[in-house]
């Protein structure tokens, strides 16, 4: 895929890649300037669950647009961010029925956690602060959800500034931290939990935050049969509410609305935290939707001092709107279902002739691919070879987008996320894996001579 961008323009990010610069989007497939199809074969960061340029969600921003674009949340109410709560309560279970609207993961994260701590404090238990989560994980980029988040290059720089949260260890089977197997392991990465808790002393501890389906920190790892229903019982003997941080496995993305909902009956979430496919990249969108009785007991304790200046942003909620309708409409969670059996089925395929592939996971349509330098014995490449890295580049040259991350909480191994829009037809994802099998070959044959 051909490089266009400028490496000392008028913006910044990351680092000085030299990116294409893209020119329009439809379906699964984005255009650059210079003419380059590009089949977007993890939805950009996992958001555009719509795929690009969905003519419903296109209209209702017009429509809106020509209404009211802004109106603050402390001085107006509005029409859509109203409905939108009210189609978040319809898709959701277990009582998760209140909605807080936010622009973002990382501020859905924020709210969450700083409403665990306010929901405790208004209940006369000012003792509980603290926040468990895993490792690795990741939940957001601002310093609170950073805090939280299990993935060393990028807390690292900044752990002077945060006060760090607890982890426990994150259900990852394939690379088990404790050195067991299922189901002789008897479930180690969830009663860490309940040791994590001893050790902290639990009444100090306010909420457990955690991906029900890991995403890009651990490569789409699908917890075994039975995590849910111990964490769900430790949590609730100890008074610690459950946060579960959905804002890449919401909106259809795993084939339910939230993932939690696979394991109905045993996943409890308190609050639930989306963003990403809910605004499914047409605007800076995401919610945190708990049970009434979390957020009465904080307002009527007198109010909730948090918010955002686009909070419940009547233009947002519109298209979140028209996303939940899109999603219902076009029958797309069910979708996600079906066409994520075929593409689970045609990854494994892929493992089958690239060995450097050690192992598939995923659900729906959030799907990992984990590389090592031996399948017998699963040893992770060197670090320096930055595989990950190598595979998404040979991707991007094959015109498929693939999203890459380091193992290990950044520390060791590679894998990638392969997660197309919830729109993509047979036909493309036939041709997804076309490409990565191609891509997947050039890698290989390059690492033989290297690694």
Not at 112 to 120: C, D, F, P, T
Request: aromatic fraction near 8%.
């Amino acid at each position: 895929m051909a490089q266009t961008g400028e490496t000392d323009g008028p913006l910044f990010y990351q680092t000085r890649a030299n990116l294409p610069m893209v020119d329009r989007g439809e379906g699964v497939w984005l255009w650059t300037t210079d003419g380059r199809r590009v089949l977007d074969g993890c939805s950009g960061a996992v958001v555009a669950n719509l795929g690009h340029g969905h003519p419903r969600v296109l209209e209702a921003m017009r429509t809106q647009a020509e209404r009211v674009t802004f109106a603050y949340r402390t001085q107006f109410e509005n029409g859509p961010a109203v409905e939108l709560g009210h189609k978040l309560a319809g898709q959701l279970s277990q009582g998760l029925d209140r909605t807080f609207l936010v622009s973002g993961g990382s501020e859905a994260v924020e709210t969450a956690i700083k409403l665990a701590r306010s929901y405790h404090a208004a209940r006369g238990d000012e003792a509980r602060y603290r926040i468990v989560s895993r490792f690795p994980s990741y939940h957001g980029s601002t310093l609170g959800a950073l805090a939280a988040t299990g993935y060393r290059p990028l807390t690292d720089g900044y752990a002077p500034m945060m006060v760090e949260q607890n982890h426990v260890s994150a259900p990852t089977c394939y690379r088990c931290p404790f050195g067991l197997s299922y189901p002789s392991c008897e479930l180690a990465c969830a009663t860490d939990l309940e040791r994590t808790l001893e050790a902290l002393d639990p009444s100090t501890v306010a909420a457990f935050l955690l991906e029900p389906i890991g995403g890009a920190s651990t490569g789409a790892i699908v917890p075994p049969d039975g995590y849910f229903a111990t964490i769900t019982e430790i949590a609730r003997r100890h008074g610690i509410l459950t946060i579960y941080d959905e804002v890449m496995t919401g909106a259809g993305r795993t084939g339910a609305f939230a993932a939690y909902q696979h394991w109905e009956g045993e996943a409890a979430p308190d609050v639930l935290a989306l963003s990403k496919g809910l605004g499914a990249g047409y605007t800076p969108l995401g919610a945190v939707v708990t049970r009434g009785e979390v957020a009465d007991t904080v307002l009527d304790a007198g109010a909730f001092p948090h918010g955002f200046s686009y909070a419940g942003n009547p233009l947002s909620a519109a298209v979140g709107v028209a996303v939940l309708d899109v999603l219902e409409g076009e029958g797309l969670v069910a979708r996600a279902a079906e066409l994520g059996e075929r593409l689970g089925a045609g990854l494994r395929e892929l493992a089958d002739r690239h060995p450097f592939v050690g192992d598939v996971r995923g659900k729906g349509l959030l799907w990992g691919l984990e590389f090592v330098a031996d399948p017998a014995t699963r040893t992770p490449y060197a670090f320096d070879l930055d595989v990950a890295r190598r595979v998404t580049v040979a991707a991007a040259e094959e015109d498929l987008l693939i999203y890459p991350r380091r193992g290990g909480g950044g520390l060791m191994g590679d894998h990638v996320l392969v997660a197309p829009p919830l729109v993509t037809r047979d036909d493309e994802l036939d041709e997804l894996l076309a490409r990565l099998d191609r891509a997947l070959a050039r890698s290989e044959a390059a690492l033989a001579s290297v690694a």
